[in-house]
């Protein structure tokens, strides 16, 4: 309990204080500080392939200065946009490392990946294996591990340097598509973990973009995801559309935001369901040496609309709805079953980890012949599925002459 | 004022050191003597008097009195009228017979010149009568003080409105007025050699550990001053550590705060001549508590609590942490709120710890302004620096638009702070914590908290560990630094429980 009151302690640490934080003030130049003013900050980065097998990088840049009030607006390689926040900077090399060089001896800022929210890779570009460019975009510390992957139908520079009119720039566009799951949602480690995997294969989005409004410049638009590009091992192999892609998302369990359209049996006109979750349970079971896949789908959903004269009070009729949606999930998953085991020969969908996760013994001995065991496991579907809502209304709505007839 | 005292000190104490034989003399029985001897020492005092008079026109007595001090129509009314008028004839005027004719219970008998000067000094009147070596003095003193006002440093809702003032039997009154126990026990010392200033060492015997008190006891023994003007002198004499930015003695202007502290094992020290009433041994955390949290509702008040703890961290942080991930870490940010940081800093001419460091000082320097000025300028101090720092600075692109949001969140933080001693630590270390960000990036930030907690730590308050309860912890008195325990769970005589050697 002695009161220090030294004043040489005092005068000795302060001193230290003093004097170190002049030398840390002086050595300015030594610091590791980048003002956010010194920043090219990247928020989408396409990825090409040129015809000579060069790397062809693209990035969307940010543009920091104050925009808004001027219609002009700023043109940094983006003139006539709707709303030029953002600018495209291309580099090439042999290698992705040294195209990202050249990038930023092409800019008087440092890049800076910390925000690249979205990749795209060029369907050229992945069809000839997209190793390289994983192993690059895990390595490098800045880039986000989290930044969702596409794979776009044209050149991924035609994506990246969209100005979409309704968002900031076209790399919020796809961070909100993935967020909205419109397609498969798949970041960079999600990919590489899928690779790397015992599948070796992945399913990404395929983007296309959405064709300009009339006298609007052809950049003034966004990308939409349209169908799914499928990968074997690291290569782009296939993209397939609707009904396939939803078969696809069924099994992957990522399908969501969809209507399905169901015309029940003895019915000429249809009935649109709206499911609210969507679940797809994988069983494994190995009997006498068979390999099989219990495939489970449950949907449930309600009715948004009833085109037909049934009346969705009795029963019946929703029984017999549910039976024709079932069919109708059947035929939408079926040929995707049969595309990957038969004809691609590719587990998309986890079955080589499901085995090894749940018959680990079997799959100890035999996961060297997995790539002839694959193609002749049975896939047992079965699907429930279950109207749980009709919306606000009970019976069919716009029926000349129904309200007459409910009032007798 | 430093220089002022040090030198003061020396030319008096060396004088006092010259008389101190001569003070220490007997009063005489012969009445002109002591009267010379007065005069001596009150030599130039315009507003002694000496008033001469015969009791029963035959002795010789003397009235001495400091007329700026001392309530003369009573002492009229009280002491001169029954001797002129009341002293039986047949009896010789002796001092021990007084006591039957004057009707005054607060009388001292004063033996030595020194006591007599003492006497005069605080404005007692004296009374000297021929023939007797014995003098007597009367409580009859009279001090311009003002009434007692709500306190403004510290006001509440709810919650009493009587604050202390300048008066040290006043503000005692105020405290007695609410412990009606003979346990409240005041230890009376006089400091200053100088000022000999009155000052109360105020505890409840049985709740306060006798350790502490003996400590207390030393420390304000051993001061060693001509001047005690205000509770900040001894604050910063009896403090355990001194250069620390934290204070580790609570001032507040409140009886009740007073009070609650009493009955969880603290001392007061009540200072005469200013309502500033020093509390010990305190934590970090009563730092952070205001009286009216056990006034209003318990959720309310751990609410609020809880508000403070993370205000007070972000009146310390802030502006380091939004220097340290700007600068450093860029993503660390949200992508939409950096691209809005961007645009905000495009035009913006200096790094973001030298635009902090213009808007904080900026700040400080409002700030201070503003309390020293008269109250009718201080709202143009404040229109001034809102137009400057908000509006000005802003739209001239010297100054970025997240900063001052920044800044004035700081400002706001450090107000949040209910004591105006504990809101200063944060004030200051601000400052080098920035230059650390700055300079490091988020380890510098880290390493300056590290610093901090590390002082934190060995700090002590009268041997408490500044700390306590959360370290070294202790779960029991935790609740209600956490959370404000409800009036039943109350923890009371909570310091000696967590008292460590």
Request: proline share 5%.
């Amino acid at each position: 309990m002695r009161i220090n009151r030294s004043p040489i302690r005092f005068i000795r640490i302060a001193s230290l204080f003093l004097s170190l934080s002049t030398a840390a003030m002086l050595l300015q130049g030594c610091w590791d500080r980048v003002e956010i003013n010194d920043l090219a900050i990247i928020l989408a980065t396409g990825i090409d392939v040129t015809d000579k097998q060069r790397v062809h990088i693209s990035v969307q840049i940010f543009i920091p200065r104050q925009s808004g009030s001027s219609s002009s607006g700023s043109n940094g390689g983006s003139a006539g946009s709707p709303s030029s926040v953002t600018m495209v900077q291309t580099a090439d090399g042999d290698n992705i490392a040294e195209a990202m060089n050249r990038l930023q001896r092409k800019l008087s800022r440092h890049v800076f990946w910390g925000h690249c929210e979205a990749i795209v890779i060029g369907k050229d570009a992945a069809s000839s294996g997209i190793r390289q460019y994983l192993d690059f975009l895990l390595r490098f510390p800045q880039i986000r591990e989290h930044a969702y992957v596409y794979v776009s139908e044209q050149h991924a520079v035609e994506t990246i340097a969209l100005l979409p009119p309704l968002e900031r720039s076209s790399a919020e566009v796809l961070r909100e598509m993935g967020n909205m799951k419109l397609g498969t949602k798949v970041t960079v480690l999600n990919l590489a973990e899928s690779i790397d995997g015992l599948s070796k294969s992945a399913v990404l989005s395929r983007l296309k973009i959405i064709p300009s409004a009339f006298g609007q410049s052809k950049y003034a638009t966004m990308p939409y995801v349209r169908g799914l590009a499928l990968f074997k091992n690291d290569r782009y192999i296939k993209s397939i559309a609707e009904p396939n892609s939803i078969g696809m998302l069924i099994m992957l369990n990522q399908l969501e935001n969809i209507v399905f359209t169901v015309k029940p049996e003895g019915e000429k006109t249809f009935i649109a369901i709206q499911p609210s979750n969507i679940t797809t349970d994988l069983t494994p079971k190995v009997v006498n040496g068979k390999w099989a896949m219990d495939i489970n789908v449950r949907m449930r959903g309600q009715v948004i609309l009833n085109s037909t004269n049934l009346s969705l009070l009795d029963s019946k009729n929703l029984k017999n709805i549910e039976a024709a949606w079932t069919e109708l999930i059947k035929g939408m998953v079926e040929p995707v079953l049969h595309l990957a085991q038969q004809e691609l020969k590719t587990d998309f969908f986890g079955y080589a980890l499901t085995f090894r996760r749940y018959q680990a013994k079997e799959w100890a001995k035999n996961k060297e012949n997995w790539e002839k065991i694959y193609p002749n496991v049975y896939s047992n579907l079965s699907i429930q599925t279950r109207i749980f809502g009709t919306g606000k209304s009970n019976d069919p709505q716009g029926i000349p002459g129904q309200a007459d007839k409910r009032n007798k | 004022m430093n220089k002022y005292t040090l030198g003061k000190k020396k030319s008096l104490s060396s004088r006092s050191k010259e008389q101190n034989d001569k003070l220490s003399t007997p009063l005489s029985s012969d009445l002109s003597t002591n009267e010379q001897m007065l005069k001596a020492e009150f030599h130039n005092n315009a507003d002694v008097t000496f008033h001469p008079f015969q009791i029963n026109h035959q002795t010789d007595a003397l009235l001495v009195y400091l007329s700026t001090l001392c309530d003369t129509e009573q002492l009229d009314h009280l002491v001169l009228a029954p001797l002129l008028n009341r002293y039986p004839d047949n009896l010789p005027v002796h001092v021990s017979r007084l006591r039957n004719v004057i009707p005054l219970s607060k009388t001292q008998d004063i033996l030595s010149l020194h006591q007599a000067v003492t006497a005069i000094n605080i404005g007692l009147p004296l009374l000297l009568i021929d023939g007797s070596d014995t003098a007597v003095s009367y409580g009859l003193q009279k001090y311009e003080q003002r009434s007692i006002e709500e306190p403004s440093a510290e006001s509440t809702v709810r919650g009493p409105r009587d604050g202390f003032t300048e008066s040290i039997s006043v503000n005692i009154s105020l405290i007695r007025k609410r412990l009606k126990n003979h346990k409240l026990k005041l230890l009376n010392m006089e400091i200053g050699t100088v000022t000999k200033t009155n000052i109360g060492l105020v505890y409840l015997d049985g709740i306060m550990d006798p350790a502490i008190l003996e400590e207390a006891k030393r420390r304000l023994a051993s001061i060693e001053t001509d001047s005690i003007l205000e509770s900040s002198y001894v604050e910063e004499w009896i403090s355990d550590e001194p250069l620390s930015p934290f204070p580790q003695l609570l001032s507040t202007e409140r009886p009740d705060v007073v009070c609650a502290n009493l009955l969880e094992g603290r001392f007061a020290v009540i200072v005469d001549g200013t309502p500033f009433v020093l509390i010990a041994p305190i934590n970090l955390f009563s730092m952070l508590q205001s009286p009216e949290d056990y006034y209003q509702h318990i959720w309310m008040s751990t609410f609020v609590r809880w508000l403070r703890y993370v205000f007070f961290l972000l009146s310390l942080l802030l502006p380091s942490f939004y220097i340290a991930i700007t600068t450093y870490h860029q993503e660390m940010i949200p992508t939409v709120l950096l691209l809005s940081i961007a645009k905000a800093r495009e035009e913006i001419p200096f790094p973001a710890l030298v635009e902090a460091l213009i808007m904080e000082i900026a700040f400080e320097a409002l700030r201070e302004a503003g309390i020293r000025l008269p109250k009718q300028v201080g709202a143009a101090v404040s229109i001034v620096g809102a137009l400057i720092i908000g509006q000005a600075a802003t739209s001239a692109g010297i100054v970025s638009a997240p900063m001052v949001i920044v800044v004035a969140t700081t400002g706001i933080a450090s107000f949040m702070i209910p004591r105006y001693s504990a809101g200063i630590a944060s004030r200051l270390l601000r400052f080098p914590i920035m230059l650390l960000a700055g300079v490091l990036g988020l380890i510098g930030l880290m390493l300056g908290m590290i610093v901090l907690v590390i002082h934190l730590c060995a700090l002590r308050s009268f041997g408490i560990p500044y700390l306590s309860p959360l370290s070294p912890s202790s779960s029991k008195l935790l609740t209600d630094v956490l959370s404000r325990a409800p009036a039943w769970k109350t923890n009371r005589n909570k310091v000696g429980s967590t008292r460590r050697r």
